[in-house]
C-alpha cells in the first residue's frame, strides 16, 4: 500500500510538472529581460552619468599651455582676448558631436536588440530618459546637490540632450513592440503544439520503477529541447523578426488586394 502510494505521488508530481511548461518560457523570457537590463544598464549608466565632460582633455590642456606661456614676453594680446569669444561655440559644437555619437550608439542598441532584450532595451530608455528630467527639475529648483558654474551648465545642456534623445527613441522604436509580439508568437507556436501534443500522449498508469524513470527522463528531455528552441528564438535579432513579419504581411495586403481586384472584374 506504501508502494501503491508513493507511487502515485510520483505520477501526480510528473502531470504537475508537464502540465505546468507554460512557466518554463515565462522563466526564460524572465532571464532574458535580466540579462539585457543587467549587460545595458551598466553601460548607460557610465556613459549619462559620467563626471567629464566631452572637450574636458582639451580644456585641460590649453590650460597647462597658458599657464606655461602665461609669463612669456611678446605675447599676442588680440588673440587671447578672442580666444573667450570662440569658446561658446566649440563647446556648442563638441557638445552637438557628442550627442550625435550617443545617438547612434543608442540606435544602434535598439537595432541591435534580440526578441529578449527588445522590451528591456525600450525599459531602459525610458526610465533613464525620465530620471534625467525629474533631476533637471530639482537642479531648477535649486536644491541641495544643484549644479552651479560653466561646467555644471555644460553639464546639464548634456544631459538634457541624452534624455530628449533617449525619450524620443524609446517612443519611436515602442511602435513595433506588437508586430514582434505577434512574430514571436508565430515561432512560439509551433513549439508549444509540441508539448501540447506530448503531454496528451503521455502515459499516467505506469507503476513500474523502470518504465517511470524511463517517462520522467522522456519528459525531460522533452522539456529541455523545447526550451532550448524558445531561448533560441529569444535570441534572434528582433529586425529579422520585424522584417520578415513587414513582408508577410505586404504578401497579405497584395493578396487581399488582388482578390478585391478579381471580385470587381467579376462584378462588371
Known sequence: ???DALGALVLRWRKMELHAWSRLFECAAAQAREKALGRVWVLLFRVVHSSKLPGDANRQGSSSAESVDAGAEGADKGEQESAPLDAPQDEAQERAEHLRDFFSVVEQLMLNSTAGAYESHLQLLTTFA???RVE???TSADLPG???????EE???RRQGYANIMHHLAGYY???RPQLETAVAAQLGPIEQKLTDFIKLAQWSDRNYAAIKQSIERSHAQLNRCVSQYKVLLETPAASLLTSTTGEAREA???DDARRASALLVSD
Not at 544643484?146 to 555644471?152: A, K, Q, S, T
Open 146 to 152: 544643484g549644479e552651479v558654474g560653466v561646467d555644471g
Open 1 to 3: 500500500e506504501q508502494l
Open 136 to 138: 533637471e527639475e530639482l
Open 130 to 132: 525620465t530620471q534625467l
Open 174 to 176: 515602442r511602435q513595433f
Open 253 to 255: 495586403s497584395a493578396a
Open 155 to 157: 553639464r546639464r545642456k
